[in-house]
């Protein structure tokens, strides 16, 4: 298992409580148009690798148990692509978790909507919730259905995790629960309208009412071979605008002396207008929308 003592930032302090962050498994069975692991997963797929491996629960387990003792760690963050991707799953890790750890360590993590949904007509949502589970992250993207058929990649069909109803009614199931929950969004999607900007901001508005908690709201970033990168050449944009790890503007900067190892990818690449909105104006949309947001 790693050996967490030399992890800088880690345990940190969330919510009040000592945290640190797991992982459990590995891939995504999605196969959003923004997202790079069904990119890697291309690549992957000629060693015959699955597109979600997982751990056993038994070794998840042991190494939660570990790093409480060690640490004295109150609450777990798993940072999975998706914690439950499975009703078996979901019932070994409730098991597993149950047996072993006290109530008083919380987890949080990230799902799909209709995952959310499928486990609470179980009951399983709110076993999870008894036994630690205290907040959900879950990607909601986008505000429009024009957007939510671009970001699923399937054909024109909607994902069902961005389905209206079915993120609706996650929301409501973990409000229900006392469950917190974060939605991240995204705005300037290739060839975005300022309407269809506004129409993901009130979505996010009125999912507020619903008892969604928190937002995380950034201008979309194109990264090479995603799908969102082929729709965005498609509309006429250069793979040198756009930034691929090749282009004279990522070179340039790089020669410049930014380490592009120790930066983010975000932080030496340029960010090239997609939509009807300035790049300096959609950030500065999205500063005040969440701050307004998490602050009310």
Known sequence: MLNRKILANEPFVKDGRLTMTMITSFGCAGSCAFCTTPAQLKVMKTGNVKAVRVRSMDNVIEECLNIVKQFDVRNIQFIDDDLMHS????????KSWSDCLSRDITF????????????????ILKRLHKSGLRKISLGVE????????????????IDPKYDVGNVSKAIIMCAKLGIETKGFFMVGLPGETREETNKTICFMYGLKKLGLDKVALFPVKIYPNTAMWDIAVSLGYTTDELGHYNAPCVTDLIKSGINPIAASRD??????????????????????EMDKFNNN
């Open 87 to 94: 009703v078996g799953r979901a019932k070994d890790f409730l």
């Open 108 to 123: 949080s993590c990230l799902m799909r909507s209709d995952s959310i949904v499928q486990l609470g007509r179980y009951g």
């Open 142 to 157: 986008t505000g429009y259905d024009r957007g939510r058929r671009m970001v699923s990649n399937k054909n024109g069909h």
């Open 267 to 288: 932080g030496y690449t340029n960010n090239v207008q997609l939509s009807e909105i300035s790049n300096d104006d959609l950030a500065m949309i999205c500063q005040r």
